[in-house]
Structure formats: C-alpha cells, structure tokens
C-alpha cells in the first residue's frame, strides 16, 4: 500500500480540543494541522484538496454538511482518487433504542456542540452510510486511515453493518492511528538489525509461590505499579488453550517458544527489536482517573499567583502517569498481587504500558497485541487501552494488531495461523489481516469470532518478507 501522487488525494480532517459542554481535550488540533503539514509537504496535496475542521467549526452540523458537499458531491474528485477523513476528538456510547445493536449501545463522533439543545453525537450507523454514500459515488477507493478517541478505541469500525446487511469489512481495507501524525512515521527507514522471533505463551501466574515468602507492606517494589491497583482483588487465571496457540505460531517462526516460567520480565526486558514477538497473557485495565475540569482551568486556591491544582500536575502529585494503568501478566504476576516475594529475574510480574514504552522495539515491524481483560470491571478506553496501544508506538513498533474483546481459544489460533502465514508471504500487513478475518466470517458468521482485531499504523508489507521484523502479543 502506498499514497498516490498529491493531485489525487483529497481529505478532511476534524480536530476538536474545546467543547460547548463536553470536557476539553489536547492536542487534537495538533494532529490535524501536523497530518495537513505531512499532506502537502510530504505528498504534495494541494491546499485547495484539504478541508479542515477544527473547534466552533466542528459542528454537528457541519461536520455532516461537509463529509457530502467536499467529498461525496465534489465534481473534481474522480473514481480513481483517494479520499481521506481524519477525526481526532471525543468518542462516546449511544443508547440504541431500536434494539440492533448487541450491546444495546451505539458508538459515537462527538461533535464540538455536543449535549446543546437538540443536538446529539454522530453515531456509526450514519458514518457508516456517509462512507457507502460516498463508495457509490465516488467508485473502488476503500481504504480507511481512522484515528478514534475515548469510547471509539474499543469500536471495530469493520464489524459496522451496512443497509444491505453486509458489514464495512466486506468493502473497505482499514488501517487506525493512535494520532494523526503516526502517518509521518511510515517513510522512516530501518536501519538496524533485528534478533530472532520470541514467542511467550502460557505464563505461569503463580511461578515461586510454593518457595514464596511474605513481604513487608514497606519493601520498594522493582518497578513503578499504578496507586490504584489493588493487590487483594486481582488474579489472574490460567490460560491453556494459548500454549497450544503459542507453539503452532512458533513452529511457523522455526523457534522454541517460551512457556510458564520462562515468560520473565527481565527476560522480556532485555530482548532487543526481536524480529517477532508474540505474548500470549492477560491484559489489564485500570479505570480512568477522576478530574476535575473546572479546578484545573480556573485555579480558584492559589499559592503566591499560581494554582494549587497547577503545582499537583507539575508535581505529578494527583494524576499519575496513565500508562501505569494498563499492561500485561507475566510469571509470577499472582505471587506477586499477594504479596509474596518473587525470584528476581521475574521482578514483580507486571509489565506495564509504561515498562513496554521502555522495550527496544525500533527494529520492529510489527506488534499484535490480543490480551484479555481479567473480568474485573468494566474495561476504560481512554487511558487504559490508549495507553496500551500508545506505548507499542512510543517503543518503535511500526504496527499493532490487537483485539478489543476476548475471542475463543480456537478461532483465536486459526486466525492467527491464517494472519501469520499471508505476513509471511509477503501480504501487506492490513491485507493479511482483512483476508484472514473474511476467511474466517464465512466459517463463522458472528462477528465475535473474527471482529475484534485491528490493524494500527503502518499497512505496508514487512520489509524483505520473512527476514523483516515482527512483534506480536496475543491473548
């Protein structure tokens, strides 16, 4: 997959940091100007073939208004152009009332008057038929750069259904980005050189817990835990069916996979830009930290001219940092949630968002990520997942595929052997997985089973085919 020259793409993008009623955002507008400098400097895009959307400007209304006049009734744009619609801003659940939906909710755009008098949020059903709408007129031109944000993260746009009772999948090939600039990242070169494939499956939760011994509240923990994770209600249970998922993806990679004790933190810590990487473990999800919008922005307690609440963010005293609020379970993750002491080489048994943002993965073409959540609660999107998917990116992974809902052992085993083997012959990356995916939809119709994985960042194919770099976690 490639861009075509800069006269024939055509894009609107739609940033929104500040919100009629709605808490403000950061950083959305950015993204929007940054993707319009990577357009017309790096593609050569007229400026007269980008809309842009931001603010007061990003109206229910005219984000609608806009998506049919600019792009679906444009005469200048031709069959053969691509057409690109960014959105960075809120996402949010809508009740559906007419009972389609299985989990009885729609997800949402949030347009900048969101919550005013008459005025609601853009569900997928109607950017579902905004995209056909324009397929119609607008001819073969289906692939989607989507960049999501809050409740949006966890919606698989390919599972959305259309008016024909067909779902996107079966019309668009659809890559996401955790920002609107990770598309500056795609032309980067590679220039050093991977080690082989690391396959980790089936940890063992509860390695050293039969030579255990308590340790003291005070003892400093090896590394930095979320203040919210609460040792005495966690536990992770033993997944079998990834052994079996782990040893048929390692004989496709010709390695010896890692299994129970083996899968150590340090031992995952010290690896470098591993040509593949595949985790088969948990994942877990912290809730969203509780703020307050209105103390922060005004500042009413202040101390000599400058807020309270300004000195706890400089501090980090009250918000800590959100990528301690999600990662994955390693050996000993269980020993150590009940306060038992661990070997050392399996420090405490949680790998965290912010410990994957420390890997060496610059080397590193490609990371799925599939980790279930542990069932406790609800899973948060905006810190927690974001900030899962966010650190594979801030280590060097150039591309995440990863699962947004526990998917059965067995239909998790077959996709991957179906994803792993059209990666290795030399698919592009979105391809291999959108083929994989309607294999699997014509043997099992219900999007559970095929639905939740999703490719992030760069679709291209890996570089020199099997000699290329890989990282992928699953389950």
Known sequence: MSFASGSSIWALLVGIDQYLVEGNLRGCVNDVEAMQVFLINQLNVPENHIRILTNKDATRQNIIYTFKEFLINNPAIKSNNQILFHYSGHGSRMRDPHGVEPDGYYEALVPHDSRTPDVYDIPDKTIAALLEELAAKKGDRKRLFLAPAGDLFRLPFEVLPTDDGRYLIDEYYISYLSTGRDVLRFEAPTTGQPTEPIVAADPDFNFGDSESMIVPENTKLLGRQSR?????????????????????????????????????????????????????????????????????????????????????????????????????????????????????????????????????????????????ETGLGEVHTAEGVFGLRRSFVLAGAKTLVMSLWKVPDKQTQELMEKFYRRVLEGRSRTDALREAQLEMKAKYPNPLYWGAFICQGDPKPLQNNVSSRTAIITH
């Not at 990679?253 to 083996?262: D, F, H, I, K």
């Not at 088969?280 to 307050?292: E, I, N, S, V, Y």
């Not at 922005?297 to 000195?311: C, K, N, Y």
């Open 228 to 372: 919210d994770l609460d040792r005495g209600r966690w536990h992770f249970g033993h997944l079998p069916g990834t052994r079996q998922e782990g040893e048929q993806i390692a004989k496709m990679l010709t390695v010896q996979p890692w299994v129970q004790q083996a899968v150590l933190e340090t031992r995952l810590k010290a690896s470098r830009s591993p040509r593949i990487l595949h985790i088969a473990t948990h994942g877990f999800f912290l809730p969203d930290q509780k703020r307050d919008l209105n103390k922060e922005q005004f500042g009413l307690e202040t101390i000599g001219g400058i807020s309270e609440s300004r000195i706890d963010r400089l501090l980090g005293a009250k918000l800590e940092n959100p990528l301690l609020r999600s990662g994955l379970a390693l050996a000993g993750a269980n020993t150590w949630l009940k306060g038992s002491e661990l070997p050392p080489q399996a420090e405490d048994g949680i790998l965290t968002a912010e410990d994957v943002s420390g890997l060496d993965l610059l080397d590193t073409e490609l990371v799925v990520l599939s980790a279930c």
